[in-house]
């Protein structure tokens, strides 16, 4: 099917894996498999797809590694690979999706530090990385100037952010935020925050 320009597969009980012959449909503009039982991980020939502007994967049990080989996608402007069992970090090369606006990452595996080329994602409006294992500091400029606390929370050892006081790994929970009620917004202590105390090398300035 050479000539397809849109294909959405999902909400459905698809299985298996991705077949290798989609990454070689080069039209391609719009991929949705949301929602569905495929498993396996992303091929690296995902960089054939050239003009690909939105790719949706979220909800399906996709594991192994991110291709580095997705930065070739420079007319991907929508990214959703959330609620998958993803692995290993974070490609640098994330930072050469020049046109993207959207991405979701949130509740992976996914370890490491959030890469700075993401900082120069001028287009960038949305980006959920939380429930993963990631560490280190926070991205400070560009779009991350722009982001909430929300879209960081319940990870491993992220530090960094303007909003966020401290972070706690919960064992019998999934990990939750912990933040000072005077720097957050009421309604993100009703709903998602538990405040408590926080050690010395607990606390962290962003």
């Known amino acids: 099917m050479t000539s397809l320009r849109a294909l959405n597969l999902g ?11 989609l990454w070689r449909l080069t039209d391609l503009l719009e991929v949705d498999f949301s929602s569905n039982y495929l498993n396996g991980s992303l091929s690296s020939e995902i ?4 003009v690909l502007r939105i790719l949706n994967l979220s909800r399906n049990q996709l ?17 959703s690979l959330a609620i998958n069992s993803l692995q290993g970090s974070i490609p640098v ?9 959207f ?3 949130n509740d992976n595996n996914l370890s490491g530090e959030i890469p700075k080329s993401l900082e120069g994602l001028h287009y960038l409006k949305y980006i959920n990385i939380s429930f993963n294992k990631l560490q280190g ?3 400070t400029s560009g779009p991350f100037l722009n982001f909430s606390t929300a879209s960081f929370t319940s990870n491993n050892a992220l530090c960094g952010a303007a909003r966020l006081k401290c972070l706690e790994n919960m064992e019998k929970e999934e990990s939750k935020i912990s933040c000072s009620s005077r720097l957050v917004p009421s309604s993100y202590m009703e709903n998602n925050f538990s405040p408590t105390t926080c050690t010395d090398n607990e606390w962290i300035q962003l």
């Open 11 to 21: 909400f459905n009980q698809l299985t298996s894996v991705i077949p290798l012959s």
């Open 47 to 50: 960089e054939k797809m050239k």
């Open 103 to 105: 991405l979701d990452l």
């Open 93 to 101: 090369s994330f930072g050469e999706l020049v046109s993207l606006e």
């Open 137 to 139: 500091e926070i991205p």
């Open 63 to 79: 594991s192994g590694d991110i291709p580095k080989t997705i930065g070739a996608l420079k007319d991907l402007t929508n990214l």
